[in-house]
């Protein structure tokens, strides 16, 4: 039996520069490759463009100390809101999970920026593990990309 929904958040300083962060996901996510080489392998446009809802983006990626591929569909972009969220239409994750959405926002508090990730989903299976190595992913990932900006 599926679970309810369920979603996790994680939220990290980000001293390099909230919309340095947004705008390397936004306009220039294959840079990823060299600024997280120990994460992201790969990042290509399938359909449309990096910064339209809508657009397919596949992705190569390393997760649980495997090489893996999906395919995200950009759900929604909030310029304002400095929020990006993608939904996975395929790849691994989608055997244990559905409706697994990947979201990051940036917000400034008292000058500092901060990146939020969530995490939504639902498990097929009540049993299944929830997609915590998944958040972790994304922590490691933010904490290379800000190690990459300041060199």
């Keep these: 039996m599926a679970s309810p929904p369920c979603k996790m958040t994680a939220q990290l300083a980000f001293k390099a520069g909230g919309d340095v962060f947004h705008r390397i996901f936004t306009i220039n996510p294959q840079h ?8 992201i392998l790969g990042c ?7 910064q339209t809802v809508g657009s397919v983006i596949e992705w190569i990626y390393y997760l649980d100390g495997k090489q893996r591929t ?11 809101k400095r929020r990006v969220a993608f939904k996975f239409i395929t790849g691994d994750l989608l055997q244990r999970y559905k409706n697994f959405v990947l979201a990051f926002q940036v917000e400034t508090r008292a000058e500092k920026d901060y990146i939020i990730w969530t ?11 929830h997609p915590i190595s998944v958040l972790k992913f994304v922590i490691e990932l933010t904490v290379e ?5 300041f060199g």
């Design 44 to 50: 290509n446009i399938r359909h449309g463009s990096f």
């Design 119 to 129: 995490v939504d989903y639902e498990l097929l299976d009540a049993a299944l593990p």
């Design 32 to 39: 990823l490759v060299r600024a997280a080489p120990t994460k």
């Design 70 to 80: 999906c395919l995200q569909l950009i759900e929604s972009v909030d310029e304002e």
């Design 145 to 149: 990309i800000e190690a990459h900006i």
